[in-house]
């Protein structure tokens, strides 16, 4: 996937699921994905499709046996005879049965079919949106993604939990009523084929209309489900400056455009229903006209003349149910399209094909001549060589925008340079195997991002597995036990999304546990005090000492209390290192890094 270059400063738009592909190709690709979700079930989706003939046949048998009863059954009864009539009476009984239990097991047989479908296509889309490369995250709204997971999948959903059988049998029941009434009376059918042709034409309209309805239907819900995601991710900055009411103006109108297009949709709805009724009834009423006349002339048995009304009757109901199924159809393709559009991005980091095994990481890492920018924009880092030594605690300082973060993505390999390599330990990281990589390798950033559950999973989300001991042990190594253990449950807390029962402090000193129980040899710090206040960095600051012993460490900060303990120190400006020595060495060299001090230190006097 290539990004696309955008202003610094200036939002990113999102990448489009189709891309560059024309329709033919999208159509190809959601059919390739529906082929290999239904191959694993195919076996009992042909079952499925054998149990919705038989339902069918046995329903279509029902009008033909009251024409045969009434007929042959009641003039038998007339003359002595009740045998015919039970007969005929039994073969009815034992049809309805055979239809009514084989249409319950074709809804129970669909159910299975689709829900396996669905825990199939749900469990792909999640792993997959894992999978992907940090690029997309940061471009792809959460709310897409939560659309992708929910209206996307429930849109399949609906469509194959009764829609596919739905338009089976409704399908089989006109072919059958129509060869059923054939059979019986072939001038009643050839009334009913004239009545077919107003409404094909009538399905034909709705379906066009419906097509463009129902396509603005799922934009609209996919703009107000990313619209309410968005708002309540960033409620904090909505409430900090007032923008409720801006921001209820926006989602009333996207609201209001999801009622209108529902409102659309329910009056193109009601027209094709309302036609069907229509055409049906006038059919039953020419059938039942024609048919009477012949009755009155003797060309045609009563029983018969019924069993064509019944016909009548039932030909046009499933031709409703086919043009609701066309609506569920247009809808579910949409959905297709887009998941299918998903799963066919690329991380942008994929993982080597040789993978190289590294399993005792020293911690030591070079830039080797790297050269980086997002996407096709121009080069954030044009060309850095770079090399900590293992066990160095190195400082990345300077403006905002001066490259910083980028030279801590491509150490933890978020992103792969466009020239050069980094390497750890002279492996370069493309070619380490994942899985030592983030054992070797751990970022922590200011956000420190705390899961629902207790706080000591959320430590062990470091090393899956650890015992309550070893996550204690991290605990009291950074000077957060005392804290955690006086919580109601102890470690066992449950601490809700985000951390909110933790203050800022105490949720990067969890973090920090979390980092120290991985003991990673390269630790990568994204300004991890950034967010916090004297008193809760002056806390952090302490557990921050004890995570960096023994390790190598990238720090990226503004506060330079983070940075005056580090062994090295690195000013960097426009993606180059322009100071780098100690930070004792920098102040009295009198530089850059030499002003940034003594700002600090007229900001720490002036507290």
């Known amino acids: 996937m290539t990004a696309t270059t955008v202003p610094r ?26 082929a290999s979700l239904l191959r694993p079930v195919t076996r009992r989706a042909v079952l499925t499709a054998l149990v919705v003939v038989v339902a069918q046949l046995a329903l279509v048998a029902g009008p033909a046996l009251v024409a045969l009863g009434i007929d042959r059954g009641i003039p038998a009864l007339r003359s002595g ?18 239809a009514g239990v084989f249409t319950a097991a074709t809804v129970r047989m669909a159910a299975t079919v689709s829900q396996a479908v669905l825990l199939d296509l749900r469990g792909r889309v999640f792993r997959h949106t894992q999978r992907l490369s940090l690029e997309f995250h940061e471009r792809y709204t959460s709310g897409r993604i939560i659309s992708r997971q929910t209206s996307d999948l429930d849109a399949l959903r609906e469509l194959l939990d009764g829609g596919v059988t739905t338009l089976a049998a409704s399908g089989l029941a006109m072919v059958f009523t129509a060869v059923g009434l054939t059979v019986l009376d072939w001038r009643s059918g050839l009334v009913l084929l004239v009545a077919v042709v107003p409404g094909v034409v009538l399905t034909r309209w709705f379906q066009v ?81 024609v048919g009477g006349l012949r009755v009155l002339d003797g060309a045609l048995d009563v029983g018969v003349l019924v069993a064509a009304v019944l016909y009548a009757r039932r030909f046009f109901a499933p031709l409703a149910q086919i043009g609701m199924f066309y609506n569920s159809f247009q809808s579910a393709t949409a959905a297709l399209e887009k998941l299918s559009g998903l799963l066919a ?54 403006e905002t925008g001066a490259g910083k973060s980028t030279v801590a993505k491509l150490l933890a390999r978020f992103y792969d340079p466009r020239a050069g390599a980094v390497r750890l330990d002279g492996v370069d990281l493309r070619e380490i195997d994942p899985r030592d990589l983030r054992t070797a390798m751990v970022m922590v950033t200011q956000e420190a991002y705390l899961f629902s559950g207790s706080v000591a999973a959320n430590i062990a989300l470091g090393r899956p597995g650890a015992g309550q001991a070893e996550i204690e042990r991290a605990a009291r190594a950074v000077g957060v036990h005392d804290l955690l253990a006086s919580l109601p449950d102890g470690y066992d807390t449950d601490v809700d999304t985000r951390g909110v029962r933790l203050s800022a402090g105490q949720r990067q000193l969890v973090s920090f546990a979390r980092a120290f129980l991985a003991d990673p040899a390269v630790l990568v710090l994204d300004e991890a005090t950034s967010s916090l206040d004297i008193p809760g960095e002056q806390l952090v600051q302490e557990g921050l000492r004890t995570l960096l012993t023994g390790r190598t460490a990238v720090v990226i900060a503004h506060r330079l209390s983070t940075v005056m303990h580090a ?21 009295a060299a009198g530089g850059r890094f030499a002003t940034l001090h003594a700002q600090w230190q007229e900001s720490l006097r002036s507290t």
């Open 345 to 398: 991005q690329e991380p942008t980091v994929a993982d080597p094909v040789h993978p190289v095994r590294l399993r005792e990481p020293r911690g030591d890492v070079r830039f080797d001549g790297v050269e980086f920018g997002y996407g096709d924009g121009p080069a954030v880092l044009p060309r850095l060589d770079l090399h900590v030594p293992s066990g160095q605690t190195v400082a990345l300082v300077g």
């Open 81 to 98: 005879d009740a045998g015919p009539l039970f007969l005929v009476a039994g073969g009815y009984a034992v049809t309805a049965l055979v």
């Open 209 to 289: 209309r419906s097509q463009a309805q129902y396509r603005r239907s799922r934009t609209a819900v996919a703009r107000v489900i990313v619209r309410f995601v968005e708002t309540m991710t960033g409620i904090r900055a909505v409430q900090a400056f007032r923008r409720e009411q801006q921001v209820a103006a926006v989602y009333d109108v996207e609201a209001e455009e999801y009622r209108e297009a529902n409102a659309e949709a329910i009056r193109v709805n009601g027209v094709f229903d309302t036609g069907l009724v229509l055409i049906g009834n006038v059919t039953v009423a020419a059938v039942l006209l």
């Open 567 to 587: 062994d090295r120190v690195l000013v960097v400006d426009d993606g180059r290192i322009v100071e780098d020595g100690s930070p004792e060495a920098l102040v």
């Open 9 to 34: 400063g200036t939002p990113a738009p999102t990448p489009d699921e189709h891309g560059d592909h024309t329709p033919a190709e999208v159509r190809s690709r959601s059919l390739g994905l529906l």
